[in-house]
């Protein structure tokens, strides 16, 4: 079954730019599915980042869209964020999460990282 | 922007007892609403999406109710594994959202 791994610098400087990517095996990024970004700050809830499908479609997080950029490689399987000013209030653990396109909720999950601005 | 209240924050029941867990939206989420299970230090798990449809594998004791600006999601007879928080989220207008959550404990 389709697995997602996220990888990035868990430490990044206050004004600098978060960069993760999420590596998709078990299935094909460009299958009918959105590829989507979430983070979770220490001990709060879940907030949505963005989402991309495999064609290059993507949407934002309107309170974060100045600041965020999803990207795809299909020829790697893999999808990335880029968060760029960061503070510490971008800290928290990242998710990669599958939505596909006939649901409406994220089926499958990576098992996120933690990334830290200090 | 779509905004959802999960009510209560904390809910404190016995297992063998039934729970019944609120998602109220701020205008129609048409039924585009799904249910999370989350335990410590683990991604969330889907439960319900498309406001009633059990995901893959997840037992017959939850369900998912609802329409328009009001879901609920029962857990009919809780199990010791069910205590965690519960995120409902809608997926609307190319946009989502989560709500703030609701912590199961243990009584």
């Known amino acids: 079954q389709v697995q997602l791994q996220e990888s990035g610098p868990g430490l990044v400087k206050p004004s600098g730019t978060l960069s993760l990517t999420c590596a998709v095996s078990?299935?094909?990024?460009?299958?009918?599915?959105?590829w989507n970004w979430v983070r979770q700050p220490p001990g709060k809830g879940l907030e949505w980042i963005a989402d991309?499908?495999?064609?290059?479609?993507?949407n934002y997080n309107p309170s974060l869209q100045s600041r965020v950029t999803i990207s795809v490689d299909a020829a790697k399987n893999q999808f990335f964020l880029k968060l760029s000013s960061v503070t510490a209030a971008d800290t928290a653990v990242y998710f990669c999460a599958r939505v596909p396109y006939t649901l409406d909720g994220f089926d499958v999950w990576g098992q996120g990282t933690v990334v830290t601005v200090s | 922007e779509i905004v959802l209240t999960q009510s209560p924050a904390t809910l404190s029941l016995s297992p063998g007892e039934r729970a019944t867990l609120s998602c109220r939206a701020s205008?129609?989420?048409?039924?585009?609403l799904a249910w999370y299970q989350q335990k410590p230090g683990q991604a969330p798990r889907l439960l319900i999406y498309?406001?009633?449809n059990r995901a893959t594998g997840i037992p017959a004791r939850f369900s998912g109710s609802g329409s328009g600006t009001d879901y609920t999601l029962t857990i009919s007879s809780l199990e010791p594994e069910d205590f965690a928080v519960y995120y409902c989220?809608?997926?609307?207008?190319?946009?989502?959202?989560f709500g703030q959550g609701t912590r199961l404990e243990i009584k």
């Open positions: 205008q129609s989420v048409s039924g585009y």
């Open positions: 991309i499908y495999h064609r290059g479609t993507t």
């Open positions: 498309h406001a009633s």
């Open positions: 989220q809608q997926r609307n207008n190319w946009s989502i959202t």
């Open positions: 078990g299935g094909s990024i460009s299958s009918d599915n959105w």
